[in-house]
């Protein structure tokens, strides 16, 4: 049981490139989100989905869009990087119940838009 | 749109002595008040969560206790050791029709000093 996993841990990218970040669960979790976080700025949502073939945006979702075709995978893509996108990002997923709705947070991903 | 102040951003303390953090919540519809604890270089993990038919909750060393009229909610660590250390957040969640979408202070650094 890996929980929550995300790669690549780190990527430069020169501004104007594109990149796919993935995140993969395998806790049968029917939601899952992407945070980005800097600093004195907490973790702030910029998509999330709240299960297979949906998706929401968040409080930043502006330059990113992802994509839920299988529920253990959301995916987060950068179309065209920009240096204000340089930012460490976490992936998290989450049980839907009655029951503890804790969220599971991936190891994060460095990322550097130069 | 939904929001979580948490105060002070910055907190220091003697090893022992015990430390407090602050957040307000605007989303009235919040019901699930989670923090977590993100270690230098790690990921948040959750460490405690109240819900909003309980007005306190206590683990250990840790408690949280929750004002809903006021909208704000606190965390309390007693007996402070080295440890402790690391950046606390606290969120609210919102379930909404669609999904259930958690918002985040933009967390507070504590330093325990031995």
């Known amino acids: 049981n890996a929980g929550v996993t995300q790669t690549p841990k780190f990527r430069v990218l020169k501004t104007g490139q594109s990149m796919t970040l993935l995140c993969a669960q395998d806790?049968?979790?029917?939601?899952m989100y992407w945070y980005r976080q800097d600093p004195g700025m907490g973790l702030r949502l910029i998509h999330y989905?709240?299960?297979?073939?949906?998706?929401a945006k968040g409080e930043v979702p502006d330059g990113y869009n992802v994509s839920r075709l299988k529920k253990q995978n959301f995916l987060l893509g950068l179309e065209s990087a920009a240096p204000s996108q340089t930012s460490v990002y976490f992936c998290?997923?989450?049980?839907?119940?009655?029951?503890?709705?804790?969220?599971?947070f991936g190891q994060g991903t460095r990322l550097t838009v130069v | 749109g939904e929001n979580v102040e948490q105060h002070p951003s910055t907190l220091s303390v003697q090893e022992g002595d015990s430390a407090v953090i602050k957040c307000t919540y605007s989303?009235?519809?919040?019901?699930?008040f989670p923090w977590y604890k993100q270690e230098l270089g790690k990921r948040p993990q959750l460490i405690i969560d109240?819900?909003?038919?309980?007005g306190e909750k206590k683990d250990q060393r840790i408690a949280v206790t929750l004002n809903k009229t006021a909208k704000h909610f606190s965390l309390h660590i007693t007996e402070t050791q080295p440890e402790d250390s690391a950046v606390y957040f606290c969120?609210?969640?919102?379930?909404?029709?669609?999904?259930?979408?958690?918002?985040f202070g933009a967390g507070t650094r504590l330093f325990v000093k031995a």
């Open positions: 998290a997923s989450s049980y839907h119940g009655q029951g503890k709705t804790e969220a599971f």
């Open positions: 806790m049968n979790h029917e939601y």
């Open positions: 989905s709240v299960g297979e073939g949906t998706t």
């Open positions: 989303d009235s519809a919040s019901n699930y």
């Open positions: 109240i819900r909003s038919n309980v």
């Open positions: 969120a609210a969640s919102n379930r909404n029709t669609g999904g259930f979408k958690t918002i």
